[in-house]
């Protein structure tokens, strides 16, 4: 039997520590970027008796982790045990030890044996000490950003709607926003099942449930097609159509109610600057003149009739998230195929994806926010360096460009505007209301997204 340990102290009583890990939400914000890994099945939480069934996927691999919950001590511990999956054994107990009226050691105690009895110890005890270590330091990381952030946000709970909640920020931002203890309603096309709080709606149809909506105290608006693909005439229709009539639907609804929530936080993109080269921009730049600079003006235009009814409406004008392009940039980068794309000098403004979510719930609680907010990084920076970087995080060489003209041949209009455009981008008007950026260098943030020591360590 093997002991692993993992300690941190928190600037938080433990009551407010042990209730952000019970509420709803919190294995998701505990869980790795890089762990592809999802609940299948869950009984209640993390009460004795309580199980969760886990489905953890490495490639085409796929294998099941059921655990079962006990010894739970409210506002102190609770343990799980492994009742099937690929340890012989395993037995985690999730401890919050008070350290005076305001602070706390969170302590993560892992008890386990590996298959194969002194076989497995002896071949695989290194590399489980180490990817212990790793996710763990990212998860007392997170746990500490996050409770961070709703302190300084205050007591208020929320009931938020949300459209777009199974999306990559809208999973994370309902993980997020739940572990607070706020109240979310997911706004989708599926009808709503029994005692759900679910709100069903149909943008192309023109239908959305209005009563439903009636007492939330906020919206946050993320749905519309996706930009991927080759973009021919029926998917750039889709692209602006599905942001235009959505968007038009919800905020016309909005304004309608008797009960007006207090707030409508409508996703945008930087998108609407269009290709400006090293001009560095802020919310009163003007837009540009492509296609994506189209779309973003009529979509953030869709939301001036919640405006016009007296709600405070943010368009959240969002920057390249870290967590949805380099997943996809590793495999060339590991087999040492990676480089600058086209000439390297045109700008990133590279935003995290918590740094985003931070960005949306900021908007949420912030009075003093409205109209459009760039939600990007504080420094852009060029496509030479991102691509430099990355490989000095991924300890692989960067030598193999990839031509413009091979990326128009991919890629079409689409690459233009995503890999080859540049947008020198400023959060000025996040930076100006107060808001604190967890990841403002771009290398740390790599660093924590994919699991990767300090170059010092």
């Not at 005076?100 to 302590?107: C, D, K, N, R, Y």
């Not at 105290?217 to 599905?242: F, M, P, Q, Y």
């Not at 930076?431 to 699991?451: D, I, K, M, P």
């Amino acid at each position: 039997m093997t002991t692993f340990v993992k300690r941190t102290r928190m600037p938080f009583p433990a009551e407010k520590l042990a209730a952000w890990h019970e509420r709803p939400g919190a294995f998701e914000r505990l869980s790795p970027p890089w762990e592809d890994v999802r609940i299948i099945e869950q009984t209640g939480g993390i009460r004795d008796g309580d199980r969760a069934t886990i489905e953890l996927r490495k490639g085409p691999v796929r294998q099941r982790w059921v655990a079962v919950h006990r010894n739970y001590v409210e506002g102190r511990q609770f343990v799980d045990d492994q009742v099937s999956g690929p340890f012989a054994s395993w037995t985690h107990t999730h401890r919050f030890i008070p350290d005076g009226p305001e602070a706390s050691v969170l302590e993560d105690e892992i008890e386990y044996r590996l298959p194969g009895a002194t076989v497995g110890e002896l071949v695989g005890g290194t590399f489980t000490e180490h990817s212990l270590e790793r996710m763990f330091a990212f998860r007392h990381r997170r746990t500490a950003n996050d409770l961070a952030r709703h302190e300084a946000a205050g007591e208020r709970q929320m009931r938020i709607a949300i459209t777009g909640a199974t999306g990559a920020i809208g999973t994370a931002l309902t993980a997020f926003l739940t572990t607070g203890g706020h109240r979310v309603d997911r706004i989708g096309r599926q009808p709503a099942a029994p005692g759900s709080s679910e709100i069903r709606w149909d943008p192309e149809a023109g239908t959305l449930d209005r009563s439903a909506l009636e007492g939330v105290d906020a919206v946050v608006h993320l749905a519309g097609e996706s930009i991927t693909g080759r973009w021919n005439d029926g998917k750039k229709k889709a692209i602006l159509e599905s942001r235009r009539k959505g968007t038009r639907l919800l905020a016309k609804t909005l304004a309608s109610l008797e009960r007006k929530p207090s707030v409508l936080v409508a996703a945008s993109a930087i998108g609407y600057y269009g290709n400006r080269g090293d001009e560095i921009l802020t919310e009163d730049s003007p837009p540009g003149d492509d296609f994506l600079a189209g779309v973003c003006k009529e979509w953030e235009a869709a939301t001036a009739p919640a405006s016009e009814a007296g709600i405070r409406v943010v368009n959240l004008r969002t920057g390249v998230i870290l967590e949805s392009v380099v997943p996809q940039m590793l495999t060339p980068f590991k087999l040492g195929a990676g480089g600058r794309i086209g000439g390297g000098r045109q700008y990133m403004s590279w935003v995290a994806l918590d740094d985003v979510i931070g960005a949306y719930h900021h908007a949420l609680v912030t009075e003093s926010l409205s109209g459009p907010v760039n939600a990007v990084g504080p420094t852009a920076v060029m496509n030479a360096e991102f691509t430099k970087t990355l490989g000095r995080v991924l300890g692989r060489p960067t030598f193999l460009p990839l031509p413009a003209g091979v990326v128009k041949t991919l890629f079409g209009e689409l690459g233009e505007a995503l890999l080859l455009a540049s947008q020198r981008v400023k959060p000025a008007k996040l930076e100006a209301s107060g808001f604190v950026f967890q990841e403002r260098q771009l290398e740390t943030a790599l660093r924590h997204q994919l699991g990767k020591p300090p170059a010092s360590s």
